[in-house]
């Protein structure tokens, strides 16, 4: 399922690449000169990247590759990064002024694990500012538009990688999950998008949003893909204090296309409730139509505790933003105050006026409020103790099924100003992707089909560290849709 921008070389998959690239080395530079061309045609409308290094850079890149015998599992895929994912030497903007010059002196734990397995950097994608957003319309410097149709936005934040994916603008990407934001991209772009268990992948590297929440994780075009990024960038990393000591690996195994057991799948009725699209409701229900021929249980399930599941990420998140956000004040971090000999607090102010766009300010000033003396314990202690029962919810649902289903969106993806001002609307986008942030759990956009001729994604969850059956039942899904 791919938009009109890819052609058949620039879609090539990455075992098929690896393949290739080790009977002929010359394919990789016919691969690499092939996705350069559609970036040329396509990226003036798309807008999926911030910087986009130059073609004779990763031309000489993929030299080197080819001259040290060692392709490794990525066989020379070009890789795009989310713009707070942190690259020596190359400008990290997080899709904010106050980043606007930031070149980072190192490089993320999972971009040194690309470099080491083969992969190649094509350039850093837009976003969402600081990843505050659900369709890569707060950027500071353009919104990336969605390659199905460019009135309609990508989901965000991680919009920019999922586009650049979808248009065959790069082999893979990297993105960061707060709430959703690889999930809802990959929905709305036709894109495989896993957030992984908190904690399998090192967040050492990334830009904080809410640290209790975040997670990097793969944006691909098919789920081998999805499975051999996760099996490169997970595993334990001592310079990251969340990081799981748990065995990794071994996820591209379990990419067949049928069921390894007989899974017991729920939905949870209010993930299928008030505000669900006909026309994904149709997708959706063709594909767990297809899944019990295929002879798996669904089921169905309440959790109404799951309505409180978007106010309480919201608190949280805000709240955390709020705290990491603080450092950026022209003395440690962000950009310098044009006058000099002003007071310190008149220094800051000018310095995170001019730096934060409108979005940013408008969730530091709400943090600040909700973690205010005589509010605490009203507003982020109430929030922790619904995750904390949230969570508990999932174990119990969990012991009974081995897997859960549901719309990835609620919704068809917005056209461009169509969400953006309208907050109860825009933060609704998140309402089936915050509760497995709030849990910790793995997660994974898959396409189920097309609506309207839009791209619908089906959420594939499990409890934590289920990265392998997830990935199983997302390719009976994937395969699912040519029958």
Known sequence: MLPPQCTRLASTPIRVLRERVAEDPDFLFEYIEEVYRVIERHEPQIRAYITLRPKEEVLGEAEALLKS???GPLGGALVALKDNISTRGIRTTCGSR????????YDATVVSKIKESGGIIVGKTNMDEFAMGSTTENSAF???????????VPGGSSGGSAAAVAACEATVALGSDTGGSIRLPASYTGTVGLKPTYGLVSRYGLVAYGSSLDQIGPIARCVEDAAIVLDVISGHDPRDST?????VGGFEKYVVDEPLKSYRVVVIEEMIGEGLDKEVAGVFSKVLKKLESRGLRVEYRSMPLLRYSLSAYYIIAMAEASSNLARYDGLRYGIQPEVEAVHWTDAYGRVRTAGFGYEVKRRILLGAYILSEGLYEGY???AAKVRR?????FVRLFREYDLAVSPTSPTLPPRIGEVITDPIRLFSLDVNTTPINLAGLPALSVPGGLANGLPVGVQVFGPPLSEGPILNLARIIEVSRSE
Do not use: A
């Open 69 to 71: 015998g060692k392709l």
């Open 98 to 105: 106050m980043l606007e010059s930031y070149v980072p002196p």
């Open 142 to 152: 353009y919104p990336t538009r969605n390659p199905w149709d460019y009135e309609r």
């Open 243 to 247: 990081s799981l000591r748990v065995e």
């Open 380 to 382: 982020y202690l109430k």
């Open 389 to 393: 029962l949230l969570y508990e919810e």
